[in-house]
């Protein structure tokens, strides 16, 4: 097949800028992260003291973020799954209303958001000061992006006839939940999944709020590294953030892995 | 086994008074009674609208009817049990197979939920995959299989629980027209062996007729008529159901003396309704003949070559009809000819 030149040009051009702005910065920051130092270059050599440095200050910080980003999964996905197989079913101007509902997290300001939540709840102290509050406003934040990937696939496969089928064949609406409805809505729960994980472990608008000196996540820790400590130092730490998040999603991603396209693969 | 039953095993079915308006106020289903007799094939047949459907799901326990409606199998009212406490089998256009699992385990899903340990459940599943002739496909995933292995693994399903009845809704709808025909036969022959009680839905007259035992045809959320195939074809209650059953021709004209005066001609026909203006007949009712040979006289409009028979339209004046001639007659379109009529099987309309 002839290739237009004009077409490869501009494939090449819009690579080149994916990687001068994706890939570069990026590792740039790992490279700053593990040299001596970083106003002479990498001609001071390398170093995996500012990793350690890092993992020994802000490893519980770490711990902390992961643990919240899989209890705003678990919350997101029990809530989550069961009201998007609600609002798929009966669809109506009521279920359209608590969509929308639900989905106002996203468009207000994480910041206002916070506040709103501070106001209400914040006189609740133990409340306040446990990671419990920030993992209600992640909650709040990544719930309406598991209800949408989970309803767009039950839309898809009509998961009312489905269910009317296994309904029909004795199943009670527990089974038919379990055995027919999640199954169907795999992939969505899938993409949502890491959606959700994604967002929480990244999550800094609202959970500068809502975190006290005592619970800080990950990116308020970086936050804080970049802005009293060396350069190299929130370097190491954009790299540990790396180390930690690449093989959470590639955990997801395995978990979820949908069987019928390996299945096919093997096909005669 | 279920391939050697010959005893009917399915429910005597029973709807009364059963009505059905939508949460929007729209009227799906006037009142309705209707009885179904253990092991029948009932064809619910109608346009989109007619209120078949919601009949069936109103069967089927997927809709309530209108307080005051009453369902009941074998004489046992069963109006307030949900469908999974109904024991029927149900075969949906869109087949609604369950694409997480494979051929066979589809199949055994109504023994799985029963509680049936997993070694029967899938040698029950084999032998109804065997009947249906799809044993080559158990392992398959739903998302390999064509649309006529689909529904054969829709109705292996919902036969695998042996339900009190099996509900069809348009099951061959999806399917192109040679495959329609080959599975209406290979249907037929299945609820006939099994003598399962089985309503089917649809709106294809054809499909209707070839099934049946008896039709209901619909209209507008009431019955229009019930009536064995032959019933419904030939003795039509009414315009609708002589319209939509089957091609049909109309002749108007008016009653005088025993004589029916048309366009055409008049004809000796004594009906005792001198409302009605019009006569109905079936285009296999008619005869052509040569002019002189009969009353009737029309002018050949056009002719379609069928193969095992020609398609003939016929005018005089406004009435234009259609009637089927052998393949080797000759009729040429301009030509004058004569129509003999089968009285008996001239409808007043």
Known sequence: ????????????????????????????????????????????????DWVAQVWGLYAPTIFRSIALALGTLAVTLLI???????????????????????????AIPGLALALALILAYGGIRAFRASDAFILVGHVLYTLPFMLRAVMAVLAAVDVRTLEEGAASLGASPWQRFIQVVVPAARPGILAGSLMVVTLSIGEFNLTWMLHTPLTPTLPVGLADSYASMRLEIASAYTLVFFLMIVPLLLAIQFAGRDRRATDRKARP | MMTSSSTSRGAAIRLARCAKTFADGTRALEPLDLSIEAGETLVLLGPSGCGKTTTLRIIAGLEAPDAGGTVTFDGVDVTRLPIEKRHVGMVFQSYALFPNMSVVENVAYGLRVRGIAKAERLRSAAEVLEMMRIAPLAARRIDQLSGGQRQRVALARALAVRPRAILLDEPLTALDAALREHLRTEIDALLRSLAITAIYVTHDQAEALALG?????????????????????????????????????????????????????????????????????????????????????????????????????????????????GPQEPLFVGDVVGLILDPSCLVPI
């Open chain 1, 80 to 106: 989550g799954v069961p009201a998007a197989w609600a609002l798929v079913r009966k669809p109506g101007r009521l279920t359209r209303l608590v969509e929308e509902i639900v989905t106002l997290p996203v």
């Open chain 2, 213 to 325: 035992d008896r039709i209901v045809v619909m209209r507008q959320g009431a019955i229009a008529q019930i009536g064995t195939p032959r019933e419904v074809y030939f003795q039509p209650a009414d315009a609708f159901v002589a319209g939509f059953v089957g091609t049909t021709n109309r002749l108007d004209g008016s009653r005088r003396d025993g004589r029916f005066e048309t366009a055409a001609g008049a004809i000796a026909h004594a009906g005792a309704d001198s409302a009605k203006t019009a006569l109905a007949f079936r285009p296999e009712s008619a005869r052509i003949c040569r002019p002189e040979e009969a009353p009737l006289r029309f002018t050949v409009t056009q002719v379609h070559f069928l193969g095992p028979r020609q398609r003939v339209v016929l005018t005089a004046g406004d009435t234009r009809i259609i009637v089927e001639a």
């Open chain 1, 1 to 48: 097949m002839g290739t237009n030149p004009l077409v490869f040009a501009f494939q090449l051009l819009v690579t080149l800028i994916a990687a001068a702005f994706l890939v570069v910065p990026a590792v740039t920051s790992i490279l700053a992260g593990v040299t001596v130092n970083y106003f002479q270059g990498v001609r001071s050599g390398l170093t995996l």
